[in-house]
């Protein structure tokens, strides 16, 4: 079954401002592929830890990355609305972030 996707929030200014920052600060470059030493154009900006699981966490750089659509789709497994091996790998990367936030949430 697919999650149904917030459309509002994508059409927030906030979210609107936010992408187009995160896109600017990376150069509209792939941050997938600059691993790779490779340059491809990025136009969407992934919530690591997927917005759907953690709303709270949707304006919060250190939760969004710029990616080209051919890693985007790399991103999910759009058949059990899950994060696939790569997206797992970048969440593994802000799992101390993660867990600060929900730390000092709880505070």
């Keep these: 079954m697919s999650r149904k996707r917030n459309t509002s ?8 401002s936010r992408r187009l920052k995160m896109l600017k600060a990376d150069g509209y470059e792939c941050q997938n592929c600059r691993r790779y030493y490779k340059t491809r154009e990025a136009k969407t900006v992934h919530h690591i830890y997927f917005f759907e699981d953690y709303p709270e966490l949707g304006l919060l750089k250190w939760n969004l990355v710029s990616l080209c659509s051919e890693c985007h789709n790399k991103m999910h497994d759009r058949i059990n609305d899950r994060a696939t091996k790569l997206g797992l790998e970048w969440q593994a990367k802000r799992k101390k972030e993660f867990e600060l936030y929900f730390k ?4």
């Design 104 to 107: 000092n949430v709880r505070k």
């Design 9 to 16: 929030f994508y059409r927030d200014r906030r979210w609107v």
